[in-house]
């Protein structure tokens, strides 16, 4: 380690106990960080200071040149989605992360064009039903049940029925607890374990019958790649398949709904940015509200970041909110504005500037899923009119994502 590199600089003792008095959201507190003290900022929680890390610069060295440095613990969704690649570490996530990465990245991703557009089309005819009726309709309530349709076609092959769209509710149930389940790890499974009793219930299942699928036609999907695996690989038994489905059924609709209605609430706001393109209105809405808004890691070797000390045992905490919300990197940060991803504009030219699904090594495997199927969708449902909502959330919450804190009614115009 450089004898050069100083101690991180660390926010005053008060104003975390300002904070905990408060008890405002952990994103207060990091806001509060990174304004009083920089892009790599330490406060205490505990006896040992944990490091913000919100400089561009700061972010590629953690994420992108030294993942091996800086390693994922135990995940705090755990209890939901066990050892599947979300939580896996280690030699596991990389056999793991390979045999995934085939399936939703370059010729991969042709696969999924069709049942991406029968479930964007499914959603754009319900919609013109309430434009007719003038009916009043939940927007993320929408948003959710289209984006459980794509990923559930995805991995199985088929439609979303509406008996397993009920059972799986139990999973944003969990989602939702996790803020406030105990923190001791039996305590929390036993919390929810009815609704984790249902999910598994739901995972059995759909293994089941991929795995009496012949795999020639519409049940081939991801859940017959990982039942195929397991003659190949041992470690593949049911219980790490389930593992695998609930993780890309968490990280794949929870994410993509969360998103689209953050965009139909910003649309709302700037109704004249309705006319830029799709895959625009979706980054920006990225932007502001990233799929991933706090990524934890834990230093595992002493290392310098910055110019600052990170003795090994550090939990660092890059916050992609934060970067993307500073206004030395975004002008009038606060402002959605989906002409900075119009072609030719300069976002990004920073490395590590703009990573909504994280950056390096272990960024999301569903990126280019997830970028589809938004776009699929907004291509066919901004023609049919302009929301109306009956009222709004008054903000955010913060947990795996962050979600509008209210219901989102509207009428289509």
Do not use: N
């Amino acid at each position: 380690m450089s004898t050069q590199a100083q101690p991180v600089p660390e926010l005053a003792a008060d104003v975390v106990e300002q904070w905990r008095a408060g008890e405002a959201q952990l994103v207060d507190l990091l806001a509060r960080a990174r304004r009083r003290v920089g892009g790599v900022a330490a406060f205490r929680l505990g006896p040992t200071p944990t490091v913000l890390v919100t400089d561009p610069a700061a972010v590629q060295h953690v994420l992108g040149r030294h993942p091996d440095r800086y390693v994922k613990r135990s995940h705090r969704a755990r209890m939901l989605v066990g050892d599947g690649v979300l939580s896996a570490t280690g030699d596991a996530w990389k056999r793991q992360r390979r045999l995934l990465q085939a399936q939703f990245t370059g010729p991969g991703m042709r696969r999924y064009e069709q049942r991406i557009a029968a479930a964007a089309r499914r959603t754009a005819e319900r919609w013109e039903g309430y434009r007719r009726s003038g009916e009043t309709f939940d927007v993320a309530e929408e948003m959710r049940g289209f984006a459980l349709d794509t990923v559930w076609r995805a991995l199985t092959g088929r439609p979303l029925d509406d008996r397993t769209d009920g059972e799986l509710r139990a999973v944003e149930r969990v989602v939702a607890a996790m803020p406030t389940l105990p923190t001791d790890a039996a305590d929390a499974r036993d919390a929810v374990a009815a609704d984790l009793a249902r999910i598994d219930a739901v995972a059995q299942a759909a293994i089941e019958a991929a795995r009496s699928a012949d795999g020639s036609g519409e049940a081939d999907g991801v859940l017959r790649t990982l039942v195929g695996a397991a003659a190949r690989h041992p470690e593949y038994t049911d219980r790490l398949i389930r593992d695998e489905l609930v993780t890309l059924l968490v990280a794949g609709h929870e994410t993509t709904a969360t998103t689209l209605t953050w965009l139909f609430l910003l649309l709302d706001d700037s109704p004249a940015a309705r006319g830029a393109d799709p895959q625009a209105l979706v980054s920006e809405t990225l932007r502001l509200y990233p799929s991933a808004w706090l990524l934890p890691r834990h230093a595992v070797e002493d290392d310098v970041i910055g110019g600052h000390r990170i003795a090994a045992g550090t939990d660092v905490l890059v916050c992609p909110y934060l970067t993307h919300r500073d206004p030395e990197l975004w002008p009038d940060p606060e402002r959605f504005d989906p002409t900075r991803f119009a072609p030719g504009a300069e976002h990004g030219r920073r490395l590590g500037a703009y990573l909504p699904f994280g950056l390096g090594a272990r960024a999301c495997l569903g990126a280019q899923f997830a970028l589809r199927e938004t776009t699929a969708l907004l291509e066919l449902l901004l023609p049919l009119g302009r929301l109306e909502f009956r009222s709004r959330p008054t903000g955010a919450a913060y947990s795996i994502t962050v979600r509008p804190d209210g219901p989102t009614p509207a009428v289509l115009r």
